[in-house]
């Protein structure tokens, strides 16, 4: 970030979840052939490039359109609203929704996947009873003092250097300010790219501690704030293991939805959605979190 940027009083950050881009996901317990479409065209928030000029190949009209349906339906709610979508069929690896995919977007607390997943190792929750709690309830209750600790503990900016390498991501950065984690910026695309490593690549006690902690998000946040806008509010009939993100500066408002979504207990990840939203500074947490839910409801009936 620019050294001109303001923040609020120790800004604070709160998950997910927890974007991407026109990823082709699998999740291996599935049996789903692992692919990814590799284009970035990275820019700082709030910067839209054009639509159609990040993917790797043409989207068929049905999904770019329903993409425009959802950005539409956020920015009626929240006007002056930028919005990055990805949403991935993990079984066909058949995208169902993509709109700028390749943008950057602030992570606020869905960069708590990196940290848990750096703070776990290889190892996973069998290394250290104490420290798969903490994760937990870093992600659970989307924590920041814990997010705090490990973040220090990990070696700041750091944590990024080795996910980045260890996903293969391309288009997410550290912060500037190495105190700041949720001003790590990322792109709808690599945030699905995580999710995909979660379920494929994780050791399993890494997976599974995590995408626990996804299924059992409180509704209050540590902070005291509503996570239940976008997907666990608009798929509220389908089951979801999510990540939120929402950060204020005096130049904007960040808010992000992220999770695996299922229809069926046989498939509870089959869908990755990914939202990630620059909102005008100053926007409220209930108007901006009403907003991403009128656009994750218009997935319920494309996710069968």
Do not use: C
Not at 45 to 74: D, L
């Amino acid at each position: 970030m620019s050294s001109i940027q303001a923040r609020t009083p120790r800004a604070r950050w709160s998950w997910i979840a927890t974007g991407g881009l026109v990823a082709v996901v699998a999740l291996s317990a599935l049996g789903a052939p692992a692919a990814f479409a590799t284009s970035h065209d990275q820019a700082g928030p709030g910067r839209a490039p054009e639509a159609t000029a990040a993917v790797a190949a043409p989207h068929p009209i049905s999904v770019t359109a329903i993409a425009q349906q959802m950005q539409t339906a956020i920015q009626a709610a929240s006007p002056g609203t930028t919005v990055g979508i990805d949403v991935v069929d993990t079984t066909t690896g058949t995208a169902i929704a993509s709109l700028n995919a390749d943008q950057q977007f602030y992570t606020a607390s869905v960069v708590k996947l990196l940290i848990a997943l750096d703070t776990l190792g290889s190892q996973g929750a069998q290394s250290d009873p104490d420290t798969a709690t903490k994760v937990t309830q870093m992600l659970s209750a989307s924590d920041d003092d814990i997010a705090d600790q490990l973040w220090e503990a990990g070696g700041n900016n750091a944590i990024i250097d080795r996910m980045v390498a260890a996903i293969g991501l391309t288009a997410t950065t550290a912060p500037e300010d190495t105190a700041q984690w949720g001003e790590t910026l990322t792109t709808p695309r690599d945030v699905v790219a995580i999710f995909r490593y979660i379920t494929t690549t994780a050791p399993a006690a890494t997976r599974d501690l995590i995408l626990g902690a996804l299924r059992d998000a409180a509704r209050t946040a540590a902070d005291g704030t509503d996570q239940f806008f976008g997907i666990p509010d608009a798929l509220a009939r389908k089951s979801w293991a999510v990540k939120q993100g929402w950060m204020d500066l005096n130049s904007s408002t960040t808010l992000d939805t992220t999770g695996l979504v299922g229809t069926s207990p046989d498939q509870p990840y089959r869908y990755a959605v990914v939202v990630l939203s620059t909102q005008p500074a100053g926007t409220s947490w209930p108007v901006a979190g009403a907003a991403l839910t009128a656009g994750v409801t218009l997935l319920d009936a494309a996710l069968k």
